[in-house]
């Protein structure tokens, strides 16, 4: 056999860029320099944390309009609570654990700040023993079989 025409050829071939070096600025510009296509999007409100910001809008319009505020508990309701409570002998604590929720949740439904919540209502009816909600209320809860 006779010697073969081919030539043995090292090809040496840098890596590319990484995908966070092609998006470095020194990348961007230098691709820029060259000639290359660039394509570059700014992302609405990244890498900040604005998730629960509120709006020029929204806090223009709570400024404004009276209509869109949120019921508070009553403070007849408060106050049945705070009797109820103190006549079974317990603090606020005391209740906030019987019923899973934290003690300000309590002092925040016993001076009127609370926004009403009926599962929270329905706990604390059940641990005192009183209407909180409906026409009866501060009328001792009957206690009997659910109606289906």
Known sequence: MAESDWDTVTVLRKKGPSAAQAKS????????RRGDDVETTKKWSAGQNKQHSIT???AK???????LHHER?????GKLIQQGRQNLGMNQKDLATRISEKPQVIAD???????PNN?????IERVLGLKLRGKDIGQPLEKGPKKK
């Open 25 to 32: 600025k020194q990348a961007v510009t230098l691709a820029q």
């Open 56 to 58: 020029k809008n929204t």
């Open 61 to 67: 319009l709570d400024r404004e309009t009276e209509e």
């Open 73 to 77: 508990v009553s403070l007849t309701v």
């Open 109 to 115: 439904y016993e001076c009127g700040k609370a926004i």
């Open 119 to 123: 599962q929270v209502l329905g706990k």
